[in-house]
Each structure stands twice: as structure tokens, then as C-alpha cells.
């Protein structure tokens, strides 16, 4: 018996609806087929809608914000303070649900923790407003390292950081390694505080956070410090000459100005909320 056999070669009409595909792809079949007509090709209507159904260019589909390549970068500890920072956010609740969300902004030469920011949102300009802050306090370091965000890569925070010649340093997506840094200050923050306390309301976890961020600066044994506080880091190396000292300097807000009333009206005592 003998059959006749099709040789169409469809692969053109493919490549070319691929290409459109891919540069428009909110488009649909008709705006295909007019540009391929507009180009100059010959082939019908049916030909092409007959491959873009096989091809299922129908179908809904989703799409990402594209992102520019992001390049790997060493983790490596800088050789002096405000060289490079770090930059995170954090969330939890408080006790009537509502959403909270943490900033969390550390120096990499001695983990100190420069920020820790609160609100029910912190939108990009609040991150500027930060670091703006913490300009007048100790200066501003040279690199910031964060993730892909979208308060991070807004156009506020980039513009901003052009205009004070700081270069943000993007992590590739989906690799919070490569910003271990923060992430293993996340980690002992969330253990200590969010995890440890239930909070009536932002003022109350503002507060427990100053308290703890003063003990974590200034007291506790960083293994990665030789067991130094990253205060005590900062100055022994400030002291003999290795780093120059921070300008401006910078005061940690105590709790001890709380009165005994509010003390106990927050629930303040460390040993009793522990």
C-alpha cells in the first residue's frame, strides 16, 4: 500500500511565534499575525492559529518581574567599620494580630547592630529615612549588601544611594546565604525577642528591642569576635590603630530613663518576660 507523507516543515512559523512570544507576551494571536503579515510572510491564517494552538500561546500565563543579573559576590569581612552593612527585613504579629515588620541594619566588620527599625509597614522611603539617621550617628558605609526586595531595589533606595555614592549589593535571588551575615543576626534577634515575648503594641516592642540591642552591642560574646561583644571588638581595634574611629560617634538610648511605673506597665523586667 502506499500512503502519501506531509512534508510541511513548520519550524519557521514556530521560531517566529516563539520570537513574538517572548517580546510580547501579553499579546494574543491576532497582534501575531498582523506583524507577521506587516513582515512580509506568506503563510495563511489558519497555518499560523493552527500552530499557536499547538503551540498553547492560548493559555494564561504568569509572569515574573524581571530582575538584572544578579553576580555572586565572596562573603567577605571588611577590614574596617563602614565598609559594608548589611540590610533585612523581619516579620511577626502582635498580640491583636496585626502585622509587624523588622528592619534590621548591621555593620559586617563587627556585627554590631547599627538599626533595628519597626513598623506595621516600612515602605522605602522609611528605609531612607533610617539610613539617613544612622548618617548623623556613624557615617555612611561605602557598600550595602541586600536581597531583591521591593523597598531595596525601589527607585527611592537606588537613587538615594547613587546620590551618596553607596553601592548596593545585590545577593542573587533565592540565595540568602550569600547575605549569611544578617542571617545568623536574624536568627539570635528572633530567638531572643520575637519569639520570646508577646507584644501589646509597637511602642512596647520598640522599647524591649533598644534594650536588647544595647546587651547584644555591648555584651554578648560574638564567636566570630573571639568571643567579644562587637563594642568591645570596635574599640580594642580602634584602640591599637588598626581601624580609625567612627566621626560621628554615637549615644545607645537606654531604658534606664523609663520610670519604674512605665517599667511595669510594659513588663519590662528581663528576668520576668524571659
Known sequence: MWYYESHKNDTPVIEKLQELADRFPTRGFDNYYGRLKQQGYPWSRNKVLRIYRLMKLGLRRRYKKRLPARVKEPLLVPEAPNQVWSMDFMSDALMDGRKVRVLNITDDFNREALAIEVGLSLSSDRVVRVLTRLEEQVGLPSNIRVDNGPEFISKRLTNWSKEKEITLKYIQPGKPVQNAFIERFNRIFREDVL?????????????????WRYDYNHHHPHSSLKGQSPIAYLTEAVNSGKVPARTPTRDFPTINSQTNSEKKKLNLEWSENK
Not at 520570646?196 to 509597637?202: G, P, R, V
Open 195 to 211: 519569639d520570646a515575648y508577646w507584644f501589646e503594641d509597637l511602642e512596647q516592642l520598640r522599647i524591649i528591642i533598644e534594650k
